[in-house]
């Protein structure tokens, strides 16, 4: 997905829980029903067809027909979900900043669950998964383009995100998370 997502009211519509979850299940399956959804991400069909609504909306989610008996099944838009909290307005900066809090809360859970059970992934996944830290001394270009970069290397793997013939055998979804921050040892 190329560029940012704007605007006040769709960060705010983005920026719950559920409807993380939700657009993260999408990524992982071509399409999804309400009640396949809360299956997968622990919420009840009822809520998870509230929030599939209200994503489509705006234009996050969309239904793609429907199915046997009331099978609805909703699929996911080629959205860009970047974003920045560096806004024009006062609305925008705080729907961004509320979006990323939701963001980081829930990753950070992902990332201590995920640890937490590393141990219990096969050995040859235990030696892979895990977690590393580099510090880079850099201009404000330099780190951009160290961004990009690795941003450009993770791109080589779009086309399994959505096409699960072009994943080969053996492969199941890995996280990446990327943050560049200022560093400093004690620093809050």
Known sequence: MSGRLQGAAAMRALAHPTRIALME????HETLTATEASAL???TPTNCAFHLRALARFGFVEEVGTGPGRRRPWRALEMPLAFSDVQDDEQSTAAARALSDVLIRHWLERLQSAQANRHAEPVEWQDVLGGSNTVVHGTVDEVRE???DLRAVLSRYDDRLRDPAARPEG???VELLLFAQPYGPGER
């Open 25 to 28: 299940a999408l990524r992982l």
């Open 146 to 148: 160290l961004v990009a």
């Open 41 to 43: 991400i622990g919420e």
């Open 171 to 173: 492969s199941r979804p």
